[in-house]
């Protein structure tokens, strides 16, 4: 029997949706789990659902905690540093809605790992109405920390983690609060690949993910989708992101391998240099994207100056 996994669930006004994805969570293969939700203040009838599931299931089984009322990743940072540090995590959405194998599938590669470990898989994109539309793509790898600095390839709604993979993300994540990262499952990628953790990223559908006009990112396989990625790269956002998430790992630096300790901090110079020179840097770094697309995009933005940090204004 392996240890108990932790469900964090991050919630806000999710009463349309949550319902089913609690279900779901119920219809698990696995059933030793314990389910944490963090409300972040919802308005709706969040709370009453959550409350009947609570009594529909064992004592102690479900939790319900207020929320840090900043946001989504804020509220998974927080969740992964109230989950039980003795047991393995997954992250779950409020309005997904899981397969009965889904804790299963992962919880079968993290039986064989000894050390760290994160496991994840791909998810079935679907209309409001959980019509499947199309599989989410399938990332070919390798995953390693070359290409979580500057892509998230682990879908966080997928993730499952072990408890020695736990322990390194709740080690890591006051620096990533601190930090304001921009999304839990890039940064947990980030900061379990530089460790050195053993990472697999299933070819397997284990959840319908619904896509309506609540979603924080939607689905990334579309060309409008594409397109408007693009556009961050070359707009700012992207910059942003990785300043953040070099802000986030920097502190925590000590817990990588050596060898990702040296290539954080040369990122971090990459972040100051000219274009030409980001360029020169990425390309020594071999630094990747999951796609050959993506990299070509990614050596434009740096060549196009658009990764450097830029100097704060005097007051």
């Not at 293969?29 to 299931?57: C, H, P």
């Not at 397969?99 to 919880?107: C, F």
């Not at 990614?298 to 204004?313: F, T």
Request: hydrophobic share 45%; aromatic share 6%; with cysteine.
């Amino acid at each position: 029997m392996h240890p108990p996994i932790t469900i964090a669930l991050a919630c806000y006004n999710g009463a349309r949706f949550l319902r089913a994805q609690l279900d779901s969570i119920a219809a698990q293969s696995v059933t030793n789990w314990r389910l944490l939700v963090s409300d972040d203040g919802s308005t709706d009838g969040s709370r009453q659902i959550l409350g009947e599931f609570a009594a529909s299931r064992p004592q102690g089984q479900v939790e319900v905690i207020e929320g840090p009322r900043r946001g989504s990743t804020q509220n998974f940072l927080h969740l992964t540093a109230r989950a039980d540090p003795g047991g393995w995590l997954a992250y779950a959405d409020q309005d997904d809605l899981w397969h009965p194998g889904r804790l299963a599938l992962g919880a079968a590669f993290l039986a064989e790992r000894k050390g760290a470990a994160i496991w994840a898989a791909r998810t079935t994109v679907c209309d409001e109405a959980l019509i499947p539309i199309a599989p989410a793509p399938h990332f070919p790898g390798p995953f390693g920390f070359r290409n979580a600095l500057v892509q998230s390839a682990l879908p966080g709604n997928t993730i499952l983690a072990n408890a020695e993979a736990l322990r390194i993300l709740q080690a890591a994540t006051p620096a990533a609060q601190a930090a304001d990262v921009h999304a839990h499952d890039w940064w947990a990628y980030q900061a379990l690949s530089g460790a050195g953790a053993a990472i697999r990223r299933d070819s397997a559908q284990v959840l319908l993910y619904r896509q309506h006009p609540g979603n924080l990112m939607g689905r990334n396989d579309t060309a409008r989708a594409r397109a408007g990625r693009a556009s961050m790269l070359m707009d700012g956002s992207f910059a942003g992101w990785l300043r953040r998430n070099q802000r986030a790992l920097e502190p925590v630096a000590h817990l990588f391998l050596p060898e990702n300790r040296e290539l954080l901090r040369r990122f971090g110079q990459m972040l100051q240099a000219s274009g030409p020179e980001a360029l020169v840097q990425i390309l020594r770094m071999r630094l990747y994207r999951q796609s050959r697309s993506g990299s070509v995009a990614l050596l434009g933005a740096a060549l196009a100056g658009r990764l450097r940090q830029r100097r704060q204004k005097s007051a």
